[in-house]
């Protein structure tokens, strides 16, 4: 069973940073080089809306709307999943979910295992 558990959010004014984290814990080894792991974000009345993807080979992904602002990255030894944001926005408020799956690798919200989420939100 995998089980993911995000951290990191809060609040920040526009402009400002956060780095949110993802540990992954399963009997099955280390999870970023085994999975697609992504991360996903949902604003109140809005759909999920993938942000940013990892492929287990290192290739990234990310939507249009954060490009050139978040990067996401792994720490293998720690089975973590990061998401460094800078340069937030308000359009950036939702809450941030971290997600894997050992065969797709998207940002369609089809992955098989989320975590709870992790709140961020950016005053103007």
């Known amino acids: 069973q995998v089980q993911l558990v995000e951290s990191g959010g809060g609040p920040v004014q526009a402009g400002g940073s956060l780095r949110l984290s993802c540990a992954a814990s399963?009997?099955?080894?280390?999870?970023?080089?085994?999975?697609?792991m992504a991360w996903f974000r949902q604003a109140p009345g809005k759909e999920r809306e993938g942000v940013a993807l990892?492929?287990?080979?290192?290739?990234?992904v990310y939507a249009d709307s954060v490009k050139g602002r978040f990067t996401i990255s792994t720490d293998n030894g720690k089975n973590t999943l990061y998401l460094q944001m800078n340069d937030l926005k308000p359009d950036d408020t939702a809450m941030y979910y971290c997600?894997?799956?050992?065969?797709?690798?998207?940002?369609?919200?089809?992955?098989?295992?989320w975590g709870q989420g992790t709140q961020v939100t950016v005053s103007s």
């Open positions: 997600a894997a799956d050992r065969t797709y690798c998207g940002l369609s919200a089809r992955a098989v295992h």
């Open positions: 990892l492929y287990p080979t290192g290739p990234t």
């Open positions: 399963a009997y099955i080894g280390n999870i970023p080089s085994r999975y697609c």
